[in-house]
């Protein structure tokens, strides 16, 4: 039964492992979910990664497990969060507790979430292997907010991984509110009285440098022949699994080849928290003699540290913040001598080590777990203000609905021809500026040829003449003969990548050039594109593809026009339109209307294609097909809030299943006003007009991120929505994407201005 909510309370999912699973993070996820539930602000659950094929007894506060290697236990997550009034969800991420390549099962959870979601990095790679990048930069795609325990990491994702600094928080590892004890009373309590302890606890493993502590033991013990040095902690499960306990046996064997045996002691155990800050309390000195670099965070540190003890560790990331400023002692990795020399000294020199302890002791009060948890809390309420969603542009703030349904912005090209050079339309930019090094593309080129033609069929300006010339050579100089295809992808330096593009970019062209052929402002280049048309045309008989049928249609909607008696052409808009008939036919169900069993891109030209056509060829069962599909797929694009909510790219994939949210892209807003206006010329209902203005109001602001993607004074266009904020940059698909809408929005405006003054006319008369 769901329990009662708490007024003013923040309801906090953690996502992570959690005990009694072994191993750090599941210590993390439990203390730090424990320290936020003491809270009064904070109800919380957490959502447990379970390895597979093991199980565990979890306490009451893990109410969702995941089986890591399998996804649908990732998406069922996500519908139990979605449904269980949850305000934020915490992520715990390390690689290597999730499953898929790199852990990319997760983001199947995230990318169907509805809050936000702040992501605690226990690791952040230097070098990640192309797979981690990938999981990575769509997590940090996912989040609001980012949590890392070190300002290394802060400056690795500023660097590396391109976060902007104000989404990322700096939250010290949490530590328990221990006394700063004596720790002779508790060497006594465990049996050490008498003895000078060295301490290191955790899962053993091999790149915890126990080898080097071994091999430093007999320096120390010829100034310290009383100390011991006490290994707690079980060997780590994987490691166990793998190699079952040589790596231990190993260890004992060494300590006896060196004779040292009796002055190292193995703990084979996972301890609890008490006995754990029991065995902290009762040493003289904790060590981490780490072989590694890259480690951003140690919960053993951070708790040794906290509980005042004087510690002597290798320059790790975490070790070299914390310990600075004479916290600490930093020794090279792999260096038992400097290791030995640097222990024998704090051992025997009981001032230098007290004040150590003093100072280390003082500084990490900040670092509690009931501070930590007040910073997490801060960290989560800032995530739930759409204020700090990054609204990169608020021209139009709150009116952005108004100005849709009244008067879209004005017809501005300044960043499409900042966009353009003398071989045609970049594909993208980096932020606004132009990026050569992915060169151009036969898709986007042709998008601007349909521009240019949109500007003169609406009666905008005109683009320059020798600006629509280039785009038509560059179809023209991407017609392979020799394969009947259009080459899609062009180097920088003018090379063709590929001997033939994708059906799509083909169909897209075949699209552009009978735009072209009715109504491009030149009548030579009208009767070039005419003639290309026809050579390219048959092409598309053997194309397996939708969209590639869609858009050839959209094409021979305009050519059919203008040609009325080409027999080749009414016969391939007739074979085209059959064809999405039929998939239609086999695919539709009553709660599924659509064309295939997954949504993708573009998605609005199908229905729109056969809405056309129908028209065109007087076939009354394909317009209602289009109508019919397209009413679904404007349902299925509304967002709670009521907004237009486009098809995340995330969904690419998926098959029958509600889209998700993101990422959204402004071509997907495009094709639905497209398909909305073509709509509304065949039925005459007011309502598609409304839908298309609701997909206008998108580009400024009225979206799920209360963010306008356009810069009205350029004509610029982000390339789409994050979860968490506007994608910067603004290349040349998404600006064509704009102009295009644009140009279709303005001359409705001046048809419904048309329509109004008529109105007016007739009752003054």
């Known amino acids: ?86 305000d934020v969800v915490s992520l715990q991420h390390e ?101 000078t302890v060295i301490l290191t606890f955790g899962l053993l493993s091999p790149n915890k440098g126990i080898e080097v502590m071994i091999d430093a033991m007999p320096e120390i013990l010829e100034s310290r022949p009383d100390a011991v040095y006490v290994v707690l902690g079980a060997t780590h499960p994987n490691l166990v699994r793998d ?109 230098r080590r007290d004040a150590m302890r003093k100072r280390a002791y003082s500084s990490s009060r900040a670092m509690t777990w009931e501070n930590t948890a007040k910073r997490y809390l801060a960290a989560f309420e800032t995530a739930r203000r ?23 912005p004005a017809m501005q090209l300044g960043h499409f021809l900042a966009m353009c050079d003398d071989t045609g339309l970049f594909q993208h930019a980096v932020h606004s500026v132009p990026d050569r090094h992915h060169g151009y593309c036969v898709d986007d080129n042709a ?59 083909h169909g897209r062209t075949l699209w552009a050039l009978g735009e072209a052929a009715a109504s491009d402002s030149s009548p030579s280049r009208r009767r070039w594109a005419a003639s290309l048309f026809i050579a390219a045309l048959p092409t598309v008989a053997d194309f397996g593809s939708p969209r590639a049928w869609a858009f050839t249609l959209l094409g021979l909607a305009p050519f059919c026009a203008a040609f009325p008696d080409d027999p080749v052409a009414r016969r391939y808009r007739d074979l085209l339109a ?55 797929l404007t349902g299925v694009q509304t967002a709670p809030s009521g907004c237009f909510r486009p098809v995340g790219s995330e969904t690419f994939g998926d098959l029958r299943k509600p889209p998700l949210a993101f990422d959204q892209q402004p071509l997907e807003a495009t094709a639905t006003i497209s398909a909305c ?19 206008f109001a998108w580009f400024l602001g009225e979206n799920d991120l209360k963010t306008s993607l356009v810069d009205p004074e350029t004509g610029s266009c982000r390339d789409g929505l994050h979860p968490d904020r506007a994608n910067e940059n603004r290349g040349g698909e998404s600006v064509v994407s704009y102009l295009l809408s644009l140009a279709e929005m303005r001359q409705l405006a001046r048809l419904d201005g048309d329509h109004v003054r008529r109105e007016l006319r007739a009752v003054r008369a």
Not at 80 to 85: I, P, R, T
Not at 263 to 272: E, G, K, M, P, T
């Open 95 to 195: 690689f290597g507790i999730f499953g898929g390549e790199a852990g990319s099962h997760v983001i199947a959870l995230l990318a169907r979430l509805d809050m936000p979601v702040v992501t605690t990095l226990h690791t952040v790679l230097a070098e990640p292997t192309d797979a981690q990048r990938r999981v990575l930069d769509r997590i940090i795609d996912l989040s609001a907010r980012l949590v890392v325990m070190a300002e290394k990491g802060r400056e690795m994702l500023r660097t590396i991984y391109r976060v902007p600094d104000e989404k990322i928080e700096v939250i010290p590892h949490g530590i328990p509110d221990f006394d700063l004890v004596d720790p002779e009373p508790v060497k006594e309590k465990l049996g050490f009285a008498g003895r």
């Open 243 to 351: 190699q079952g306990e040589s790596y231990r046996d190993r260890l004992k064997a060494r300590a006896g080849d060196l004779g040292i045996e009796d002055h190292i002691v193995f703990l084979d155990q996972f301890v609890d928290r008490d006995t754990l800050l029991d065995y902290i309390a009762m040493c003289d000195l904790y060590v981490t003699p780490y072989l590694n670099e890259a480690q951003m965070t140690s919960g053993t540190l951070a708790y040794s540290f906290g509980l005042g003890k004087a510690v002597v560790s290798t320059p790790y990331w975490h070790a070299n913040e914390l310990l600075a400023e004479g916290r600490g002692v930093l020794v090279p990795f792999g260096d038992a001598a400097s290791t030995g020399h640097a222990i024998a000294d704090l051992l025997t020199d009981g001032d």
């Open 447 to 505: 998008r601007a040829l349909l521009v240019a033609c949109a500007l003169n069929r609406t009666g905008e300006q005109r683009l320059p003449e020798g600006l629509t010339a280039r785009f038509a050579a560059f179809i023209q100089h991407a017609w392979n003969p020799d394969v009947r295809h259009f080459r899609n992808f062009m180097s920088f330096d003018r090379r063709w990548l590929e001997e033939r593009g994708s059906e799509d970019s």
């Open 578 to 632: 059959e064809k999405l008939m039929s998939i239609f036919a086999k695919t539709e169900t009553p709660d599924w209307v659509w064309f295939e069993n997954g949504l993708a891109y573009d998605n609005a030209r199908l229905p729109e294609a056969l809405i056309l056509s129908g028209m065109a060829s007087g076939t009354a069962s394909h317009v209602e097909a289009g109508l019919r599909s397209l009413r679904w």
């Open 1 to 86: 039964m769901k329990s009662v909510r708490r007024p003013s309370t923040l309801r906090v999912a953690f996502i992570g492992n959690s005990l009694p699973r072994r191993c750090g993070i599941a210590t993390f996820t439990t203390d730090l979910r424990q320290a936020m539930a003491d809270s009064v602000a904070a109800e919380t659950e957490v959502v447990a990664m379970t390895d597979h094929g093991r199980s565990y007894d979890y306490p009451e506060a893990v109410t969702v497990e995941i089986d890591d290697a399998r996804l649908e236990d990732y998406v069922a997550a996500a519908d139990y969060l979605n449904q269980g009034d949850f």
């Open 677 to 695: 206006l073509a709509a509304w010329r065949a039925d005459g209902a007011r309502t598609w007009i409304r839908e298309a203005r609701r997909a």
């Open 386 to 408: 759409p204020m700090d969603r990054l609204k990169l542009i608020s021209r139009f703030g709150s009116d952005a609905r108004a100005l849709a349904n009244a008067t879209p």
